[in-house]
């Protein structure tokens, strides 16, 4: 099935149905370094490059999407969705970048869930790219999930200091690809972003696989 429109997929067709695809948001942001992602982080945290696959709207059919991927296990989805952002990045220097990393959930959460979604899309992404993915040197020690209902600011105050590094070692000199779902405020990757960027020589860029337009 489509994960989009739900319609039964012909054979060649992969998550998603040939007018959902030719259809689909994309955001066109990569090439563009004062992309409306990019510039949410501007004065907030330095990155070398930021973009997002596709934008979301709330009643777009492609909303199924991040659910499936979010709730319903639909590891096919990030993957191929993770693939398909690869392909677009592999002609813009997102290309290079050095590892790939996924936004780790809390612990807790990822034994809830048994996945993180982030980590699906990762490792599509770094398929494509041919590059490595760590999914354990950052690590979530604080789960502000639970916080999501609150207002922009404050859950910019709440994820300060929530990330901390395993090995930081491992990303001395390193072009770091932060890589998440799904970008709101900013204020998940910021912090994230920061947890690395202590690190001798390391560089943060942030590939997102839906942009939340807010006005
Ligand atoms: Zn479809």
């Given at each position: ?25 994309g ?14 982080f ?29 709730y ?7 993957i191929?969705m ?35 979604q982030?980590?699906?899309i ?5 398929d ?27 859950r ?15 990303l ?24 690395l ?19």
């Amino acid at each position: 099935m489509c994960a989009a429109c739900g319609n039964v997929l012909m054979r060649h067709e992969r998550v998603l149905c040939l007018s959902c695809l030719l259809e689909l948001p994309g955001t066109g942001f990569h090439d563009d370094a004062e992309n409306p992602v990019a510039r949410m982080f501007w004065g907030r945290v330095p990155l070398e490059q930021a973009t997002a696959f596709m934008y979301f709207y709330r009643d777009s059919r492609y909303r199924k999407i991040l659910h499936e991927l979010k709730y319903h296990g639909q590891y096919r989805i990030g993957i191929e969705m993770g693939r398909m952002f690869g392909r677009e990045l592999k002609s813009t220097e997102f290309s290079r970048i050095d590892l790939v990393h996924p936004v780790p959930l809390h612990p807790r959460r990822q034994r809830q869930r048994g996945y993180n979604q982030s980590a699906l899309i990762a490792r599509g992404i770094a398929d494509v790219l041919k590059k490595p993915i760590e999914e354990k040197l950052i690590r979530r020690t604080q789960d502000t999930a639970s916080q999501t209902r609150k207002s922009r600011y404050g859950r910019w105050e709440n994820v300060e200091g929530i990330f901390s590094v395993n090995v930081p070692e491992k990303l001395k000199d390193k072009h770091v690809l932060l890589v998440d779902d799904v970008v709101t405020t900013g204020a998940t990757l910021e912090a994230c972003a920061s947890s690395l960027l202590g690190i001798e020589n390391v560089r943060v860029s942030v590939a997102v696989l839906a942009y939340v337009k807010i006005d």
